[in-house]
């Protein structure tokens, strides 16, 4: 009865205290300049059409404020943005990945201050820790929109024609790509590119020894260490959990989710971010059955994994209208409507109020809520933001060259952990 | 007084008047001004800063340091990344070019006789080079060469087991060449214009003369149309040469870098690295390698380009 009581009161204080702090940013907001402001996003369709919708009930909210959008795929968006923000021509609101704030904004001018718009932002609906994932030179340069981890998906249809079950744990995964084989051998359990790969052998990794990958600037892991996760990685190749790096690229699709074989279940799993694992489902042929996988208990005695910022959204430091981006940032952060509109299309999120609001309606994806909080639950590392360091994980970086170099043969295992060390070293040392 | 001012207007009307002829006279830097100023602006501009930026270590996001030795370009030659792709952007350009010109130049004698629908054709050849490097055509080449794609079907069919054309790196390069040899189509048009030229009375002669269709093409075709074949020889070579858009769409410089180009290794080094200094490096030594091919095309003109003011040809 007492417990009842006292949630009762707290959940009176929590809702009291955000009345009073959105008041405080309503009058704020009272005047403001008419003007056009930019944004730009990247994403699939369907976040697309939910910030399309979202921006206009902003204008609509906020007459004489026009928004002029940018969005696309992700291929060859970073590249487009860096160039931005280098140049100083990106647009008033961008969506940032959560290793933009070091590598782009190492000196906090790239991107506004949002403490100095905090009477129009209302950054108490973000909890600390996740506005202090989002601070760099002692300025908040973004404002963390989710929180996401990777975690297995599976099409169970897949597992049912074979006749076995989805895996709980490592052993599982063994026996299904052995099943998979014996069904037929253009099918797999799991599919993971080379990106993909790496994610996997740190969470592997981390599941034995316990430790964060990088802390401080340093790699934590010694060649040995590394060339076993390389050994995990090439032995579930081996096995026929996966498919090799070329057969993926001999499918001829530009994305995971594109590839045929995923689309008609050849492909029966994959390790993917829990915010954007909905595209991978929605691209199933009719009738097939998505549901998200648990981590792996006899992966060693930790619980590995990392969860990390899915997106953030950053004013441009160089705006000539701060406070009217700001006003459009607070809306899509926090605002009640734009979070029934925007519901779950980047993760579930961390705003407070967003939160509430889109869970009320029931507008929350109830896959992407339930892979978001086992991945909360389970992962245990930190990740150092350079770990996702376009030098590192683009077409181009170290982690490709080293997972596929393995995969086709053209590295042993000691001569890729060698290549990989130098690479991050080079990275994360400046 | 008078004859003094006097002196004064006609000196005016003097000066005046040599302003006039300055202008007349320089009436075509005039014309050309927009030229220029666009031109030093867009190229010359870039090309010095770029010149500039070979010889320092600017990253986008890290700043400038004045190396003041040749490191990058002693890099660009140590480097076993960038030297395979030196390499094989050699491999792409000598595959491509003579067959690329061969094809435009055989579709365009073909095309230039009279054969019902012969502006039908003409079309549907040039239509490949229009649709140049979009996400279309990379889509189209993907859904050909993957694995179980039509090709691979195709050859099914013959009971052959086709290669994997995009994933098997001593093959990926061949689908990328294919894919420029098959937008011949500016260069058959140019070829064809060519072909227009060559006066009827020749052939005619020639074949009361009993020289076959071959001959004819071999001793009076290729030779009045040596200046075209040289024009289309340089412009194909630049453009082999600097290759972007192939590989970046359909197998964006794999499989493990055996379609990567010099080209598309200087836009990662750029636009994914931020190493502007090293790509700027890249990119010159690119131009210096097309100027060493452009003056050797040009220098081996006089055996084998024969111009209508030769007097016959060399």
Known sequence: MKTKFIKRAAAAGLAATMALSMAAVASAEADYDECTITISWWGGEDRHTA???????????????????????????????????????????????????????ADGTTFLDLNTVSDIVDLSQIGESYLEMCQIADTQAALPVAMTGRIFYWDKTSFDEVGIDTPKTYADLLAAGEAFAAYDEDYYPLALGEYDRMILMVYYLESVYGTDWVIDGELQYTQEQIEEGLNFIQGLEDAHVIPSIQTIAGDGASSLDQNQKWIDGKYAGIFEWDSSASKFEKALAEGREFVVGDYFPDFGEYQGGYTKVSLAWAINGSTEHPKEAAMLLEYLMNDPDAAKILNSQRGIPVSASALASADEAGLLDAKTVEANGKVLAWASNALDPLFEDSRLKSSDGVYYDVMAGLSYGDYDVSEAAEILIDGINDVIGG | MAKSSGTAKMAASKKKKSFGEICKKNIGFFFILPWLIGFCWFKLYPMASSLFYSFTDYNLFKGINVLGTLQNYID??????????????????????????????????????????????????????????????????????????????????????????????????????????????????IFLAALKGVSNDLYEAAAIDGASKWRQFFTITVPLITPVIFYNLVTQLCQAFQEFNGPYIITQGGPRNSTTLISLLIYNSAFKQYDMGMASAMAWVLFVILMIFTVIAFLSQKYWVFYSDDDGGK
Do not use: H
Request: proline share 3%; net charge positive.
């Open chain 1, 51 to 105: 910030t399309q919708e979202a921006i206009a009930a902003f204008m609509e909210k906020y007459p004489g404020i026009t928004v002029e959008s940018t969005y696309a795929a992700w291929d060859g968006w970073e590249e487009k943005m860096a160039t931005a923000f280098a140049g100083g021509t990106a647009q008033d609101v961008n969506q940032v990945n959560w290793n933009w704030i070091t590598q782009y904004d």
């Open chain 2, 76 to 189: 660009v030659f140590t480097t076993k990344k960038i030297v395979r792709a030196l390499g094989v952007t050699f491999r792409y350009s000598f595959i491509t070019v003579p067959l690329k010109l061969a094809f435009a130049l055989f579709i365009a004698y073909i095309l230039n006789f009279k054969i019902k629908g012969v502006k039908l054709f003409r079309t549907a050849y040039y239509i490949p080079s229009i649709l140049g490097g979009s996400v279309a055509i990379a889509v189209l080449w993907k859904a050909v060469f993957r694995d179980d794609g039509l090709l691979n079907t195709a050859l099914g069919f013959f009971g052959i087991n086709g290669p994997s054309w995009l994933s098997d790196p001593k093959w990926a390069i061949f689908v990328i060449c294919l894919l420029r040899v098959w937008q011949f189509g500016s260069a058959m048009v």
